[in-house]
């Protein structure tokens, strides 16, 4: 026997026990990390270990075919001896490996190292270790990334420990078991959840490229979002499948939005993260890439929400805003004409009293309507606020405005039919004419066009006023 022995070994080995980890069949929890480990630090070998009294065995393993080997030749044996990683550079310059099997075998071990994995209680249980037949060093980054993924296999083990400890407690009250194993179950799956989350939607799409951007790596994921398959994505360049312009330089560690490829030559937005890495002296690149299609989508319709009035479906005072400065620049520049009616129901708050706001709303969306298909299809009408509307008129005489305002007021006075009955109501409309030439700001030009409308109430209502060219 020649590794070292844990001053608590009798007591480690019963929470290694206790756990009911060791013989089981494999988990997605662990593979995951394993695989992880392998990409990250790129070593074709990476290992969860559990320290048994005389083996070690893997509980997670890739590029390894054994399930255990003797406790004589387990590096990971030294690992939770010890409170700090193991890392070995060359395994045939360190006197307590140089003549382990492991070691002296063809293509055996030349680089380690391990970070121990422990109990709540910080009984050492075993290993998540990384290994690879080449003398190397570990850089910080690749250090902190192990460490990283030890936390998240830590965190499962400290779960699977409440999980044993609960289940423990069954043989006392059988009912009260039933509903707290259901919860240790649900707290189980949804920290498998957390899990997948932070390992497969983190790395939604993991690209790994050369300093000639030609493709080292290609996940599952990367092809089920842009259709090449790994085979076919190998040693082609990144701007033939998916950046035809070019991949950014330098690392990126805060999400950028970029539109990538597919395949079929549709595109689709990502975010993503570059991280630049140098193994043996050559460049490599690592890229993960997330699809953003549902929240830009999102993000339009509520864009589009936040600018058109709930009730009438017409654009709201926000749309206004930002359409008018539009149509008085292209007036500039076209040297045509842009009218501004500007308009206030007569009659509304008493039919809103009288009939409730329910009958009010379906008359002010009875009103949108009409004045929608009264106008032509160029012209623009905004629910102002209340009772207000708001008609923008380009490329229009100034004659024609005011005939138009007119036929609008015929069309607000015929009789609305309501779920309560008929409804008379008017419009009050005020026309402000732009002339270009004068220097009026847009909410200069709609407060012309409220104090002719305010003028028109004043003449009788059911009345259009042309408001005074500005001073």
């Known amino acids: 026997m020649n590794y070292p022995i844990l001053p608590d070994e009798e007591a480690r080995l019963a929470a290694l026990y206790e756990l009911a980890l060791l013989d089981t069949p494999e988990e997605p929890a662990f593979d995951r990390v394993t695989r992880l480990v392998t990409q ?10 559990l320290v048994d009294a005389k083996r070690q065995w893997f509980k997670s393993r890739v590029g390894v075919e054994a399930q255990e080997t003797s406790r004589d030749v387990a590096f990971c044996a030294y690992t939770i001896a010890d409170e700090v990683p193991l890392i070995v550079e060359d395994a045939q310059q360190d006197p307590r490996f140089a003549h382990n099997p492991l070691v002296t075998a063809d293509q055996g071990v030349r680089f380690y190292v391990g970070i121990p994995l422990r109990t709540s209680q910080g009984l050492a249980l075993g290993s998540l270790c990384a290994v690879d037949s080449r003398p190397r060093r570990v850089t910080d980054a690749e250090l902190a990334a192990l460490k990283d993924l030890a936390a998240i296999v830590t965190d499962e083990i400290h779960l699977r420990e409440r999980f044993q400890f609960e289940k423990q407690r069954r043989e006392d009250s059988q009912a009260s078991l039933e509903a707290l194993h259901l919860d240790l179950e649900n707290q189980i799956e949804r920290r498998t959840r957390e899990l997948n989350l ?25 092809q089920t979002m842009f259709g090449w398959t790994r085979k076919e994505a190998l040693a082609r360049s990144l701007q ?7 991949v950014p330089e330098g690392d990126q560690q805060m999400p950028m939005t970029y539109y990538a490829t597919r395949r079929d030559g549709s595109q689709v937005p990502v975010e993503m993260r570059i991280k630049s890495l140098e193994i043996e002296g050559k460049g490599r ?19 589009q929400q936040a600018r058109e009035d709930a009730l009438t479906q017409l654009p709201n005072r926000r749309a206004l805003d930002e359409r008018l400065p539009d149509a008085m620049a292209r007036t500039r520049r076209l040297k045509n004409a842009l009218a501004v009616l500007f308009m206030d129901l007569d009659g ?22 009409r004045l929608s298909d009264a106008v032509r299809e160029t012209d623009y009408v905004a629910r102002w606020a209340g009772d207000e509307f708001v008609v923008l008129l380009e490329n229009i005489a100034p ?3 005011e005939r138009l305002a007119r036929q609008l007021v015929d069309t607000i006075e015929r009789p609305l039919c ?12 005020g026309v402000a004419l732009y002339y270009p030439e004068a220097s009026e700001t847009a909410q200069e030009l709609l407060k012309r066009a409220d104090v002719a409308m305010y003028d028109a109430k004043r003449a009788g209502k059911a009345q259009v006023r042309m408001a005074d060219a500005p001073a």
Do not use: C, M
């Open 240 to 246: 033939q499948l998916i950046f035809p312009e070019g």
């Open 348 to 369: 509304f708050k008493s039919v809103n009293d009288q009939n409730g706001h329910a009958a009010g709303d379906q008359l002010l969306r009875e009103v949108a309507k």
């Open 285 to 303: 690149r690592s890229l993960f890439l997330h699809d953003v299609t549902e929240r830009i989508q999102l993000e339009r319709l509520r864009d």
């Open 418 to 429: 309501l779920e309560k009955g008929t409804a008379h109501i008017s419009t009050s409309i």
């Open 198 to 222: 932070v390992i497969e939607s983190a790395y939604d799409a993991y690209i790994s490229i050369n300093d000639n951007d030609k493709v080292l790596d290609w996940n599952r994921a990367a």
């Open 399 to 401: 004659e024609a405005a």
């Open 40 to 49: 990250l630090l790129d070593v074709p070998t990476s290992t969860v270990t």
